[in-house]
């Protein structure tokens, strides 16, 4: 037998939750960044695709800007020019850049996105770079 206690406990709980808004029910989706190759010997050039995973179609991630720091002292950016976004519009969901490491190293890529100065997601991949021929910096 339960205790009057005990069964007030879920009911207690559920009604403490807050109700989520209509925003929290739309899932964000994630931001990844992907390095290929990861490892390799110098100079070598790399390529990388960020890519927007899971989550729903909002106007918030559509034509983003994306900006590069590539960790050797370089940066770069990438953005587009779109028309205006219409219900049902999808999203670009994947981008790639290439990059040429051309001293050994652990670079530390890292991707911002951003819409308008808002940054949106941010995402970092590693390169580990190795002395190839020729290449005297370790």
Request: glycine share 6%; aromatic share 10%.
């Amino acid at each position: 037998m339960m205790s009057a206690a005990t069964a007030l406990i879920p009911f207690l709980t559920l009604a403490a939750a807050p109700a989520a808004t209509s925003e929290e029910k739309l899932e964000r989706p994630r931001f990844a960044l992907r390095a290929t190759p990861r490892v390799a010997f110098s100079p070598v050039m790399v390529f990388l695709t960020a890519e927007l995973q899971g989550g729903h179609e909002i106007e918030e991630y559509y034509c983003p800007e994306l900006e590069w720091d590539w960790d050797d002292g370089s940066r770069s950016a990438h953005g587009a020019d779109c028309p205006p976004f219409a219900a049902g519009t999808a999203l670009e969901r994947r981008f790639t850049a290439e990059h040429a490491f051309r001293s050994a190293g652990t670079y530390t890529v890292k991707v911002t996105m951003r819409r308008a100065s808002r940054v949106l997601a941010v995402a970092s991949a590693t390169v580990n770079v190795r002395p190839g021929a020729g290449d005297f910096t370790e």
